[in-house]
């Protein structure tokens, strides 16, 4: 990210100097002027684009792993039926399918036929998934494996207890996203009463003459960037809210950070 920042703002930088300092260019009939501060927030857009698609990536893989966990789980336990050692078990369940757990559970396999421990394996294992369910579910089949007795059927409970907390990982989602929703609702609103503003009141504003006094009203163009960076900010953070709401945590809000602040600079620049 720090690179693509950097990339980005000297392109900024090249470009504003070719140009003087601004760039004009007409857009549905209307004269636009792309000055130095709009060059900052649209590196600032563009900068965004890669740590939110890997973070996007990162996101759906971890997503697809807890998805396909209690699946791997019920075929260890029914391989471990059939009287195979739950090494072995899990050998034969690394066959199949289980989308991005695959590669991680065939590296686990090709460890314990080079007789690593279990407990290396299975603890390499968790730290590749890196999702907080996988490294429950491995400490609970470690747990299971030192104590003994029966192994199929602790695993059995491990894969019901992991889908129990699928069934209610999956119930949140549906739930808080109509929250979700509200931060896209509520900055939709925000734009539209800035933009009323902005083209009913303030033109209006501008224009009266107050007998007696002096006044002297800020130029339209000054309050539409006063606008325009408030509605940076807020898009901004906005999206970390709802990202930290959805998924716990705010670096998945990037994607809807950069969405809300290009919604604010394609308004701003091209309909104010």
């Keep these: 990210m720090t690179i693509l920042t950097v990339v980005c703002f000297s ?46 990536l990162e996101r759906r893989r971890k997503v697809s792993i807890d998805d396909n966990l209690p699946n791997l789980l019920r075929n260890i336990s029914e391989a471990g039926r059939t009287g195979m050692t739950l090494i072995r078990a899990i050998e034969v369940s690394a066959e199949q399918d289980y989308g991005p757990l695959t590669k991680e559970i065939r590296k686990m396999a090709v460890q314990l036929s080079w007789k690593v421990s279990l407990e290396k394996a299975i603890e390499s294992f968790a730290d590749r998934c890196d999702t907080i369910l996988t490294k429950r579910t491995s400490l609970l089949i470690l747990e299971a494996s030192k104590t003994g007795g029966d192994i199929q059927e602790s695993i059995e409970a491990v894969s019901s207890h992991v889908q129990s907390l699928q069934d209610l990982e999956k119930r949140r989602m549906s739930e808080i996203k109509p929250y979700t929703l509200m931060i896209y609702i509520s900055f939709s609103v925000f734009l539209v009463t800035v933009f009323i503003l902005v083209t009913q009141f303030f033109v209006t504003f501008s224009q009266i003459n107050i007998t007696g006094f002096v006044v002297t009203p800020m130029p339209i163009e000054d309050l539409t960037k006063i606008f325009h960076y408030t509605t940076i900010v807020e898009g901004f953070y906005g999206g970390l809210t709802a990202g930290k709401m959805s998924t716990g945590s705010m670096k998945y809000g990037l994607k809807h950070s950069m969405a809300l602040m290009a919604i604010s600079f394609i308004v701003f620049n091209f309909f104010l």
């Design 11 to 56: 392109t900024i930088a090249v470009v504003f100097i070719l140009t003087g300092g601004e760039v004009v260019f007409t857009f549905l009939g209307r004269v636009t002027i792309i000055s130095w501060d709009d060059f900052i927030i649209f590196g600032l857009i563009i900068s965004l684009v890669a740590p939110s698609v890997m973070y996007s």
